[in-house]
């Protein structure tokens, strides 16, 4: 028996290596996928949730200024951002195009980066380098007693390359206390 290495023993040993890196490789990409998706799960949900915190808010600034509870919150599709002046409820900001159906988005209700890329606005500037395109509309539901009103915040997410969309809502019943 011959010692030392043999043709068929290399060519084995870089099998199993080139395999070994074909599945590093591909644990990667997939980590990295998912941290991607993850970014914009938790994205969208905190930006639904600041929608119905945006209307509660008209609640509070209207109890505040002596204003009837609901002054502000007409049953309609608004869209809001962190800029809205509280005192003149959501009817400063009502638009009747933005979509609530995700296949029909279209640019009324697109949020984007503001200048410094830390807050997204309705307001904010556009950039193609973005991997996702964010909508945000909330709509006010007149609710089945006088005293109360449904508030639904929705996001939506679409992934540019995949064209991949992801829905994420929040919802509230408001009511007065009076």
Same mark, same amino acid.
């Given at each position: 028996?011959?010692? %030392? ?137 007149? %609710? ?35």
């Amino acid at each position: 028996m011959q010692k %030392g290495l043999s043709l068929v023993g290399v060519m084995i040993a870089t099998l199993i290596l080139s395999g070994a890196m074909t599945s590093l490789v591909s644990y990667q990409v997939v980590m990295n996928q998912i941290r991607f998706d993850q970014r914009y799960v938790n994205m969208g949900s905190l930006l639904a949730a600041e929608g119905v915190e945006l209307a509660r808010g008209v609640v509070t600034e209207n109890r505040y200024s002596g204003s009837q509870w609901d002054e502000g919150l007409d049953q309609g599709r608004y869209r809001v951002d962190y800029t809205l002046d509280l005192s003149d409820g959501l009817q400063s900001v009502n638009t009747t195009t933005c979509s609530v159906n995700p296949d029909e988005l279209n640019d009324s209700c697109r949020l984007k980066r503001n200048s410094s890329n830390q807050i997204y606005s309705h307001t904010g500037t556009d950039t193609e380098d973005e991997a996702v395109e964010i909508y945000r509309f909330v709509e006010v539901i007149d %609710g089945s007693e006088d005293n109360e009103k449904r508030v639904v915040s929705t996001v939506v997410i679409r992934n540019r390359r995949t064209d991949k969309k992801a829905v994420y809502k929040a919802a509230v019943i408001l009511y007065s206390t009076s």
